[in-house]
Antibody
Framework: EVQMVESGGALVQPGGSLKLSCVAS????????IHWVRQASGKGLEWVAR??????????AYAESVKGRLTVSRDDSQSVSYLQMNSLRSEDTAVYYC?????????????WGRGTLVSVSS | DIVMTQSPLSLAVTPGEPASISCRSS???????????FGWYLQKPGKSPQLLIS???IRASGVPDRFSGTESGTDFTLKISRVEAEDVGIYYC?????????FGQGTRLEIK
């Protein structure tokens, strides 16, 4: 069974840092690009970041709104992706989902984790 | 950025009746392999989004056949032939042709 489980969400003060994890199982993690998508309460979906697989040289990409503050990484030996979040702002408050996409780009996002809540407030 | 525009933003449907949601992309989503890098997702209340239709018109594994996707140029349509109570939630379209990945605003489906 495919599973992607996010963790690390918490209440943090503006300017603070947080590191989210996404642990995957039930599929060949290394064959997938990993994306992070967030959703503020009652709002729509916003793409945040992507990390390619080894065939894509682990290339990363970020939304303009988070560039320079968020960093995505992965450890294929542990089937985990991380999202390091620095200089957090109130507008970063959201549920963060990790999502997979097959690395040969033959499909779209086909599985989403359950999400982890990040709240940025003083 | 590619803009995805959904309509309507909400609809209420009687069980057993059909429903249709449209999504228009600001540019072609067709990849070199001939497929549109486009998907439809349903986010049920309190849940994460689940894939319904991929590559414009391919029903995802386990999705009931009352769901179908059609495509014409930059216009995409999700059709539900007979709405059931379990279909309530928010439907999103998405393009994954270009970074940043972008989503439609979402369409809330309610049962009358």
């Amino acid at each position: 069974e495919v599973q992607m489980v996010e963790s690390g969400g918490a209440l943090v003060q503006p300017g603070g840092s947080l590191k989210l994890s996404c642990v995957a199982s039930g599929f060949i993690f290394s064959a997938y690009d990993i994306h992070w998508v967030r959703q503020a309460s009652g709002k729509g979906l916003e793409w945040v970041a992507r990390i390619r697989d080894t065939t894509g040289n682990y290339a990363t990409a970020y939304a303009e709104s988070v560039k320079g503050r968020l960093t995505v990484s992965r450890d294929d030996s542990q089937s985990v992706s991380y999202l390091q979040m620095n200089s957090l702002r109130s507008e970063d408050t959201a549920v963060y989902y990790c999502v997979r996409r097959i690395s040969d780009a033959s499909d779209v996002f086909d599985f989403w984790g359950r999400g982890t809540l990040v709240s940025v407030s003083s | 950025d590619i803009v995805m525009t959904q309509s309507p933003l909400s609809l209420a449907v009687t069980p057993g009746e059909p429903a249709s949601i449209s999504c228009r992309s600001s540019q072609s989503l067709r990849y070199s392999n001939g497929y549109n890098f486009f998907g439809w997702y349903l986010q049920k209340p309190g849940k994460s989004p689940q894939l319904l239709i991929s590559l414009g018109s391919i029903r995802a594994s386990g999705v009931p056949d009352r769901f179908s996707g059609t495509e014409s140029g930059t216009d995409f349509t999700l059709k539900i032939s007979r709405v059931e109570a379990e279909d309530v939630g928010i439907y999103y379209c998405m393009q994954v042709l270009q970074i940043p990945v972008t989503f439609g605003q979402g369409t809330r489906l309610e049962i009358k």
